[in-house]
């Protein structure tokens, strides 16, 4: 069973950065796609970010383009996202996610998850 814990999360002022990292457990080798996703309450949960196994492809969601960064430590089996000029529209739960096979913008290929870490941030 594969298991995967975020931390970082918090409260920032408009402009501010955070960094969000997410451990996963339970897998071994690389070749896996991790992600981050958020969601605001009444609302659908939304791609930010991916990265696969080798670290050869990175997408982002055209909204945290230029402003996020996805990376990802296989030694340590974590995945980190820096998110730098946060605004208030950034904020939500945010969660990471494991997907077994090819990279994807859909929630739908994610078959684990963890249990969110929230980010809010004032204006």
């Known amino acids: 069973q594969v298991q995967l814990v975020e931390s970082g999360g918090g409260l920032v002022q408009a402009g501010g950065s955070l960094r969000l990292s997410c451990t996963v457990s339970?897998?071994?080798?690389?070749?896996?796609?991790l992600g981050w996703f958020r969601q605001v309450p009444g609302k659908e949960r939304e791609f930010v970010a991916h990265i696969t196994g080798y670290g050869g492809e990175i997408s982002y969601a055209d909204s945290v383009k230029g402003r996020f960064t996805i990376s990802r430590d296989n030694a340590k089996n974590t995945v980190d996202l820096q998110m730098a000029s946060l605004e208030p529209e950034d904020t939500a739960t945010y969660y990471c996610?494991?997907?077994?096979?090819?990279?994807?913008?859909?929630?739908?290929?994610?078959?684990?998850w963890g249990q969110g870490t929230q980010v809010t941030v004032s204006s």
């Open positions: 339970g897998r071994t080798g690389i070749a896996y796609t």
């Open positions: 996610a494991f997907s077994p096979g090819a990279p994807s913008h859909s929630s739908i290929a994610y078959k684990y």
